[in-house]
């Protein structure tokens, strides 16, 4: 059994920031890819930020120089310190990790969280 819980998302105003946590637990062999999601009302869910094992990261321009993706391998979370939130990062963030059980070692299973809110008032 594989858990992936989120956590830190909340209201705040424009400008503002905020901090999301996501941390797997449970029969964990190796986590590769973490990521960070969103979906907003009426919309796709879309890609916000990646980051490798090795700590290499992508992110989407909507966010460039705003947030910052961040890993800790040893405690299985990754972190979304978003800064400069605008009422458009208004959304469910979603976490996603690509992660090898104990039980199944060589085959990665994609697991994600159950989403948290972040609101952004104008």
């Known amino acids: 059994q594989v858990q992936v819980v989120e956590s830190g998302g909340g209201y705040v105003q424009a400008g503002g920031s905020l901090r999301l946590s996501c941390a797997a637990s449970g029969s964990i062999f190796s986590i590769n890819v973490m990521g960070w999601y969103r979906q907003a009302p009426g919309k796709q869910r879309e890609l916000v930020a990646t980051i490798t094992r090795g700590g290499s990261t992508n992110d989407v321009d909507s966010v460039k120089g705003r947030f910052t993706i961040s890993r800790d391998n040893a405690k299985n979370t990754v972190y979304l310190q978003m800064n400069s939130l605008r009422p458009e990062d208004t959304a469910v963030y979603y976490c996603?990790?690509?992660?090898?059980?104990?039980?199944?070692?060589?085959?990665?299973?994609?697991?994600w969280g159950q989403g948290t809110q972040v609101t952004v008032s104008s």
């Open positions: 996603n990790a690509e992660i090898k059980t104990i039980r199944r070692p060589l085959k990665s299973y994609t697991y």
